[in-house]
C-alpha cells in the first residue's frame, strides 16, 4: 500500500486482477493535489497482505481486506477509484456499506 501527504479528501485507489498499487503510479501526482490518495495493493496479490488461513479467495474475500485495511487506516468516507477487479470490489464495498 502506498500512502500520500494528506491534501484533501480520501482517495482510495485499487488495481485490477493480477495488479499492485503501482499500475497508478502515472496519475499519482495529478491526484494528490487534491486529495490523501491510498492506492492499495489487494490482498493475495504480490507485495499485498495476505488471505487470511481458510478463505477462499473470491470478491467477496477481498472486499472484507479492503475494508479491514480501510479500518486500520482510519477511513471511515473514502472516493473510490477500480480498475477491472478494482471497480468490481468497489462497488460491493459501497453496497456492503450503503446497502442496495
Not at 495476505?50 to 474475500?61: F, I, K, Q
Not at 481486506?65 to 462497488?91: F, K, T, Y
Request: aromatic share 4%.
Amino acid at each position: 500500500m502506498v500512502s500520500s501527504i494528506t491534501s484533501g479528501s480520501p482517495l482510495v485507489l485499487l488495481h485490477g486482477l493480477g495488479g499492485t498499487w503501482r499500475v497508478w503510479t502515472p496519475i499519482l501526482p495529478l491526484l494528490e493535489d487534491h486529495h490523501t490518495v491510498h492506492a492499495l495493493t489487494l490482498p493475495g496479490h504480490a507485495g499485498g497482505p495476505p488471505l487470511p488461513d481458510g478463505v477462499t479467495p473470491s470478491v467477496a474475500a477481498l472486499v472484507d481486506g479492503v475494508a479491514a485495511e480501510l479500518d486500520r487506516l482510519g477511513i471511515d468516507r473514502a472516493h473510490l477509484v477500480g480498475n477491472s477487479l478494482g471497480g468490481w470490489i468497489s462497488l460491493e464495498l459501497a453496497r456492503a456499506v450503503c446497502g442496495p
